[in-house]
């Protein structure tokens, strides 16, 4: 490469940036795992120095900007910061090798795609389709989501490019008539209505409403290889070289080159962008005025053991007691002092677990074992994990991702998949003492794909689940109560209709909910916001948030007694009035689960680890009191 990392004429200007216009800053990626951090985009940590079964392909970032995953060649995620392991394909056997990796809006799941089109999807993410199995004239190189999570493009090494789920197809670079083998990458539009495409000598191509931008290819500077494209905003792009030269397009800056740092590397094999800076309004307050419970002040969580699971989902019957799942095949339980050794069940991935006395837990997720995605089921009794007798799996894509048990045992999960003759839609499962049953449970009117992600039931005759509509470039959130009258579905009152999600609910009675999540303001990229929402025993209302950047877990021992997780390893409590700082508290996780089963004690775990966590003094608190009370 003759010219890297540096700014073209005239482009000096477009440094400046206008909060939510320009992303922060991006990262660089080695084959050897090596990150570099350039602008506002913020180190937290590599693989460079550590032994790896196969090279480093490419990289997602989380969508607040504190973390990143990075993808082997092998299908091995490795996540950082605050984004969480959701699984991986690594030790499976794969028909081709893993080229790109890219992640849903709300940080919750990821797709991998291999060279030969299958792609592999993991936590919220949704399977929308592949090109495994089919023929191509030329390999994938690239996946790109679009901005809802509603789908996603593959791009080919030829410019072909495959649309599924929500993502449009627009054109390619074969339909111009144009003969390539060298394309690297697609960038989309920030409306998801077009999208850029790359080549490794730098000639990029504008598609749907993209800004037209002028690349590098035909204009004097000799490029052979660029290996990877972000957007940088509305209308701009960048450009990486296997030196780590970057290159601004359009309005994009330039926030420095490993070249201009006189770093020698020739192994750089893709980029992400930093989400743009940006000082969203606030979520506003909910209730009917009066003193009552608040937010404590958040404090960091560190799991510390080592030989603690990473935790996708955690249960808790109490201080002698816990469940966890790790997003994979493995299930794990603490006996009061450690976390044992855990059991496996072959070609299934668990996202949720739910635990009564016993103690019995059902743990539920995905499953390949016996073909195509369906959802999958476990069952822990007598001291001994195993697949959950007379379990009704789903299939053609169907996933479980959040389970509650209630005293009985009555069990519910809730997920998407297709029930009977009908269409891909919400969906529940229900364990009654053994007993399985699957329904379709309804959602508002929209013309998207319904999800539920959480299910909270306090008893066998009343569940809350809390859920999102994928359509188009949206995500909203929405919401089912399951009474004496079967389910019924609500939409919520949010302040950002369309960019917000509810990621975990908590019902210590039937008449007083709380669900977290998270909202992000346009114009996008922003760092999200927490969202809280809390139910009366009638309606939903929007309630006050703690001051954590976002919410992805939330646990009640009783109303107005409860502790929710979020971004930075954050934990915060309702009703207390301050937190001891637990001891090397280190805030480079997510907190995405967390089980208190009773005052005094909680089960805390995310992307390293759980472990014991003792919330402040929370009560008493009246039967009636509710957030924004």
Not at 3 to 23: C, L
Not at 78 to 94: K, T
Not at 201 to 221: I, M, N
Not at 594 to 607: E, I, L, R, T, W
């Amino acid at each position: 490469m003759v010219v890297s990392g540096v700014m073209h004429a005239g482009e000096a200007a477009a440094t400046a940036r206008t909060a939510g216009s320009v992303a922060a800053g991006y990262w660089l990626v080695a084959a050897d795992g090596g990150v570099f951090a350039f602008g506002g985009a913020r180190y937290a940590g590599s693989m460079g120095g550590r032994a790896l079964r196969a090279p480093v392909v490419g990289m997602a970032p989380a969508p607040d900007g504190g973390g990143y995953w990075l993808v082997g060649r092998d299908g091995g995620v490795f996540a950082f910061g605050d984004a969480r392991f959701l699984g991986s394909m690594g030790g499976r056997a794969l028909r081709a090798p893993v080229v790109a990796m890219a992640a849903t809006p709300d940080g919750g799941g990821y797709w991998l795609v291999a060279a030969d089109g299958g792609v592999f999807a993991f936590g919220d993410a949704r399977f929308s389709g592949s090109m495994g199995g089919r023929p191509l004239r030329a390999p994938i190189v690239a996946i790109a989501a679009t901005p809802g999570g509603g789908g996603y493009w593959l791009v080919a090494a030829d410019g072909g490019v495959f649309a599924f789920g929500h993502a449009g197809y627009v054109s390619s670079v074969p339909a111009l008539g144009v003969h390539r083998a060298d394309v690297v990458g697609l960038a989309p539009s920030p409306d998801g209505a077009g999208y850029a495409v790359a080549a490794a000598d730098g000639t990029v191509w504008a598609f749907g409403d993209t800004a037209a931008v002028t690349g590098l290819g035909g204009h004097g500077v000799e490029v052979h290889d660029i290996t990877g494209l972000s957007a940088a905003g509305p209308d701009g792009y960048w450009l990486v070289g296997r030196d780590g030269g970057v290159f601004g397009l359009g309005s994009a800056p330039f926030d420095g080159s490993l070249p201009a740092l006189h770093v020698t590397v020739d192994d750089v094999v893709g980029m992400a962008a930093a989400p743009a800076p940006a000082s969203p309004p606030t979520a506003p307050a909910g209730g009917s005025g009066g003193p009552g419970p608040v937010w404590s002040a958040p404090v960091t969580f560190d799991p510390g053991a080592a030989a603690a699971p990473a935790s996708s989902s955690v249960s808790c019957t109490g201080p002698g007691f816990c469940a966890a799942v790790d997003g994979g095949p493995d299930l794990w339980t603490w006996d009061g002092a450690a976390w044992g050794s855990p059991s496996a069940l072959a070609g299934d991935a668990f996202s949720a677990v739910s635990c009564t006395a016993g103690p019995v837990c059902v743990a539920v997720g995905s499953s390949t074992s016996a073909g195509p995605l369906a959802t999958a089921a476990a069952v822990y009794q007598d001291g001994a994990w195993g697949p959950a007798p007379g379990f009704v799996a789903l299939p053609a894509g169907a996933g479980l991702f959040g389970v509650s048990c209630a005293t009985g045992p009555v069990c519910v999960a809730v997920g998407d998949g297709v029930v009977g003759a009908g269409s891909d839609t919400a969906v529940a499962e229900t364990d009654d003492a053994g007993a399985w049953s699957a329904t379709a449970v309804p959602a508002p009117a929209a013309t998207g794909v319904a999800t539920l992600q959480s299910v909270s039931c306090p008893t066998p005759a009343f569940c809350a689940a809390l859920g999102t509509i994928t359509e188009g470039p949206s995500a909203a959130p929405f919401a089912d109560v399951l009474g004496p009258g079967g389910w019924s579905a609500s939409a919520l009152d949010v302040v950002a209709p369309g960019l917000a999600v509810l990621r975990s609910v908590s019902c210590p009675t039937p008449a007083w909910c709380v669900a977290v999540g998270a909202e992000t303001f346009p114009p996008s990229p922003q760092p999200p916001v927490p969202l809280v929402e809390a139910f009366d025993g009638t309606t939903w209302s929007p309630a006050p948030a703690p001051s954590v950047t976002a919410l992805s877990s939330v646990s009640c021992a009783a109303p107005a007694q409860c502790v929710a997780g979020g971004a930075g390893g954050a934990l915060a409590a309702w009703g207390a009035v301050g937190w001891s700082t637990p001891a090397d508290a280190d805030g480079d996780a997510t907190v995405t689960s967390v089980s208190c089963p009773g005052a005094g004690f909680c089960m805390a775990g995310d992307n390293v680890g759980a472990s014991v966590v003792t919330p402040p003094p929370l009560g008493p608190q009246p039967a009636s009191e509710r957030p924004g009370a």
